[in-house]
């Protein structure tokens, strides 16, 4: 029964040149099969980078050389732009690390993670908070390994980046969350009146208040080298941007 509908679903594919993501991976898993690969298609959930928010998904992995390879072709083949569909092909999603492609998409069956559980539970559970996309910049390893930082108030502390490829020094940036200004540390509420009497008083009144300062920076081949110092006792997060509008990773932290 699977293999008919499989097949129906996958006429319709080519025929409609329309499809989400069971669409893409019950055609690849036809082919596949027409070629004499052996195929699976596998469904999961998913999430969007740095958001716990969860989404059904199909994705596929199939035999090669004797070892089972993931694909995601619907997130290989471009992104919806408002309501338009975007074609842009993402070599990222073909024959995809298992280590990287956990961070967000788990499957219901989690043997079609190509992970043994402990590595799973490891790595999601004592990561920081990762997705797929500082893997697609070139990342190999970091360093802490941890997802808490525990560091001391103003005691500087070290974060290591290495990739698999040059990176300019500006396409890394790392800053401390929450951010908030001058403003949101008073305890009254900020009326435009008020407003207007504060700002002579502190003209800096809606600049952000840095939680983190980077007092050192230093490269190594492709690896950086960044030395930290929290400056408030506020600083929640340390996020990490490479090249990015979305943070490409997340530590937490405690004091």
């Not at 402990?118 to 990762?130: F, G, H, I, M």
Request: charged share 25%; net charge negative; aromatic share 12%.
């Amino acid at each position: 029964y699977m293999k008919v509908y499989n097949e129906e679903v996958s006429e319709m594919v080519i025929s409609t040149k329309k499809a989400i993501c069971d669409g893409y991976s019950r055609l690849f898993f036809t082919l596949c099969e027409q070629a004499g690969l052996k195929c699976q298609y596998i469904t999961g959930k998913v999430k969007s980078p740095l958001i716990d928010e969860l989404s059904d998904h199909a994705w596929n992995a199939v035999l090669l050389d004797g070892d089972w390879k993931l694909l995601d072709l619907t997130w290989a083949s471009g992104a919806i732009n408002g309501a338009s569909f975007v074609k842009k092909k993402d070599m990222f999603f073909y024959l995809t690390p298992p280590e990287q492609l956990i961070f967000d998409h788990y499957p219901d069956d989690l043997k079609w993670s190509l992970l043994d559980s402990v590595a799973v539970n490891d790595l999601l559970n004592n990561s920081p908070l990762l997705s797929h996309q500082p893997f697609k910049a070139g990342l190999i390893e970091y360093f802490p390994k941890s997802k808490v930082l525990n560091i001391d108030y103003l005691e500087p502390f070290k974060i290591t980046l290495e990739f698999d490829r040059e990176i300019d020094p500006f396409d890394i940036t790392i800053s401390g969350s929450p951010t908030e200004s001058m403003m949101d540390q008073f305890d009254f509420e900020i009326t435009n009146d008020k407003y207007d009497s504060l700002i002579k008083i502190y003209p800096d009144l809606s600049l952000l208040i840095p939680k983190i300062e980077i007092i050192d920076k230093k490269v190594i081949g492709n690896k950086h080298e960044f030395t930290v110092r929290p400056l408030s006792s506020t600083l929640k997060t340390v996020d990490i941007y490479i090249g990015s509008m979305w943070p490409a990773m997340i530590y937490q932290v405690k004091f």
